[in-house]
């Protein structure tokens, strides 16, 4: 079983988008789940993360402009990512966290152009 994230694009810097990723409920119900993003040459890399209670974590490059939250009862987390830079391009990525390797889906491309 992979998670496969949505909701990708390309949107001109400054603007939105908001990714989803459902999950099946046991992978979800008890697991913190984290969205991770790889841009081209770079290493993957932890966005944001929530836990099974709501607790949340952002890396210092996107704080104060994403906000991950998490349905239970969909099973679903989400990324609302705004105010986008172009340094913000790459694939992202969601799975537990810490990271399953049997769960890494293909990711959503992520383009901010300047």
């Known amino acids: 079983v992979q998670l496969q994230a949505s909701g990708g694009g390309l949107v001109q810097a400054g603007g939105s988008l908001r990714l989803s990723c459902a999950a099946s409920g046991s992978i979800f119900r008890f697991n913190a789940m984290g969205w991770y993003r790889q841009a081209p040459g770079k290493q993957r890399e932890l966005v944001a993360r929530i836990s099974s209670t709501g607790t949340t974590f952002y890396a210092n490059s996107v704080k104060g402009r994403f906000t991950i939250s998490r349905d239970n009862a969909k099973n679903t987390v989400y990324l609302q990512m705004n105010s986008l830079k172009p340094e913000d391009t790459a694939v992202y990525y969601c799975?537990?966290?810490?990271?399953?390797?049997?769960?890494w889906g293909q990711g959503t491309q992520v383009t901010v152009s300047s």
């Open positions: 799975n537990t966290d810490p990271p399953l390797r049997s769960l």
